[in-house]
């Protein structure tokens, strides 16, 4: 069997990620894994998960490690092996660090490249205080503020501007104290395993998820048997 394309992508909130994660999944045959995304199911759904975890995250809280092992586990059961796949929000610890090394050897998979987004912490600020979804417009969007189109846009098609409560400043800054305290040493962790790439994420998303992709292609260690 051929070998499969395993990424891991850290960075702040904020970094645009899943913008990135966007265009990797899109040039490449990867399937996307937001944890993100999962919890957010489950919030939606009112699961026991759900209900476990949304308090945590309104307040910039991160999710306990053993229910991230849970959630991420029952999702790489639906994983064909023959798929490659990213994950973008987990590891956030090195307790999931070191779990997932042991998850992945459970499906027989390797961690290829871990792309460590670096944005600075007045930054990150600014983009999600800035940040609000438009709703009622069909499929929901992220807009900032300071982008009079996309605003315009949202507006002209009935939609309305939600700030997620996890995006309000004082919540900001408390999610990037748990980053720091959290998922930093995971850099130096995986920098020691010669998988960490850097990526400067100034600028746009678009602009970041080329240097990404550049980084990602030159990674030719993956390819073949």
């Known amino acids: ?24 999944v899109h040039q490449l045959p990867l399937v996307p894994i937001s944890t993100g995304a999962l919890l957010r199911a489950e919030i939606s759904a009112r699961t026991r998960i759900g209900r476990e975890v949304a308090p945590l995250l309104e307040r910039g809280d991160l999710a306990p490690d053993s229910l991230m092992d849970r959630v991420l ?11 490659g796949m990213l994950l973008d929000g987990y590891p956030r ?19 290829h490249v871990v792309i460590a987004i670096e944005v600075a912490d007045d930054e990150v600020v600014r983009r999600l205080s800035g940040r609000r979804i438009c709703e009622g417009a069909g499929e929901p969007f992220p807009v900032h503020i ?19 409560d996890d995006d309000r ?12 305290q959290q998922t930093a040493p995971l850099i130096a962790y995986y920098e020691n395993q010669g998988v960490l790439r850097r990526i400067d994420g100034a600028g746009t998303p678009a602009e970041v998820a080329r240097r990404t992709l550049a980084v990602v292609m030159g990674h030719g260690s993956w390819v073949g048997g």
């Open 169 to 180: 400043p004082d919540v900001v800054r408390q999610r990037l104290v748990a980053y720091h």
């Open 146 to 164: 300071d982008d009079l189109a996309s605003i315009m846009r949202c507006r002209e098609r009935g939609g309305r501007l939600v700030q997620r």
């Open 93 to 111: 610890t090195m307790r999931q660090a070191l779990g997932l090394t042991a998850m992945l050897a459970d499906y027989d998979r390797l961690l």
């Open 1 to 24: 069997m051929n070998a499969v394309l395993n990424i891991v992508l850290l960075g702040p909130p904020g970094a645009g990620k899943s913008t990135i994660a966007e265009e990797l």
């Open 73 to 83: 586990r029952a999702r790489l059961e639906t994983l064909d092996p023959d798929q």
